[in-house]
């Protein structure tokens, strides 16, 4: 089975919009700054190191470039089976999925970097790699430190990040390397995250949530706070808002997604740290990074040069002689027709009969027959020529 991960903020570097920016993939640059009220545009291509490494700007852009990334290796036909993300990606996967429509994550990943800028701004911190040493070890640091300081992430064996004060992080780094630590690494980040530090942006974040629409992913999503799959949208408002002071269970979700069925893990978007991790954590699995046009034809090749279909995929996206795709005629969020509020599956379409609109671009069936399933859901964003629904013809 095929997982999908998306990386959270500091993946990002300067230029990493350039691969894409001829690609069909780079409209929904232009569509985020449009939503966002911000060029982001610019901050892909042209931004240095410092700028990008403010929070407003490095959560934005790794969650653009990570969708930008998901679509482009959509249009070849792959698709996961799970999906999980790190920190800030938690918001890309419920996209991806479909829990939150295009427009939406833009606004909350917007309104989550500016309320964690605000709350760092208000209380400074920093955060730390203890690296070689047993998450229990790590946390007995922390609690030695007898300071402002916490485990914020466990993000594979040996590779714990803790945050807190300047002063907290200092004295845990040190009761660390008492306890064997082989390595402490000062982490170039803006703030404490994933502590107690991140409370005024968790009660910042908690109202842009409820504010937003969140449905039912379509498959699920395993959640940082708890390392288990979720798919029902009535979880996921507290389990975002909890996220931002709680620490990052990511060996925990890959160890849950493994024991699940997984063996192969793919990260789109910037860099490749997660990649790293799914190695340490699971070294039988397959590991792709997938950050410019190009890993696109190596993951084909991981793949064995095809999309691999999963368990209970309908036969109609092999596209045999009886069977048809209606795709969008336009770039935009996809609302279907009253009639096909439903699944739609079962019901006859004719030549011509409203499916539902991208926009204000009506989308109309071609073809007579009937309907074996909508691959767009409500309120999803969706590219040109993007598969809508299928049907049976004969």
Known sequence: MLAFTFPGQGSQKPGMGAPWREQPS????????????????????????????????????????SLVVLDAVERVGI????????????????????????????????????????????????????????DDDADAACRRADGDVWVANFNAPG?????????????????????????VMPLQVGGAFHTQFMAPARDELRKAVEAATIRDPEIAVLANIDARPHQLASEWTSLLSAQLCSPVRWRQTVQRM????????????????????????APDARGVAVGTPDDIDRLLEVLGG??????????????????????SPAAG??????????????????????????????????????????????????????PIAWLRTA
């Open 159 to 183: 590779q714990v990040v803790i945050a807190g004060s300047e002063e907290g992080v200092a004295a845990a780094s040190g009761a660390a390397r008492e306890l064997g630590a082989k390595r």
């Open 333 to 386: 969020v996809f609302t279907p027709d009253a009639r096909w509020a439903g699944s739609g599956s079962g019901a006859r379409v004719e030549v011509g009969e409203l499916l539902g609109t991208v926009g204000a671009v009506e989308v109309r069936s071609l073809f007579a027959g009937v309907v074996q399933g909508f691959i767009a859901v409500d309120g999803e964003r969706v590219t040109s020529s993007q």
């Open 306 to 327: 095809e999309p691999p279909i999963l368990p209970g995929q309908p036969d109609g996206e092999h596209l045999f002689m009886t069977e048809r795709m209606v795709v």
């Open 258 to 281: 493994v024991a699940d069925g997984v063996d192969t893990f793919v990260e789109l978007g910037p860099g490749g740290i997660l990649t790293g991790m799914a190695k340490r954590i």
């Open 79 to 134: 698709a996961p089976g799970t999906v999980a993300g790190h920190s800030l990606g938690e918001y890309t996967a419920l996209t991806a999925t479909g829990a939150l429509s295009f427009d939406d994550g833009v606004r909350l990943v917007a309104a989550r970097s500016e309320a964690m800028q605000r709350a760092a701004d208000a209380r400074p911190g920093t955060m730390a790699a203890i690296l070689g040493l047993a």
């Open 26 to 65: 780079w409209e929904l640059v232009g569509e985020a700054s449009e939503v966002a009220e911000r060029d982001i545009a610019r901050l892909l291509l042209d931004a240095d190191a410092d700028e990008l490494r403010q929070t407003r700007n490095a959560q934005l852009v790794t969650f653009v470039t």
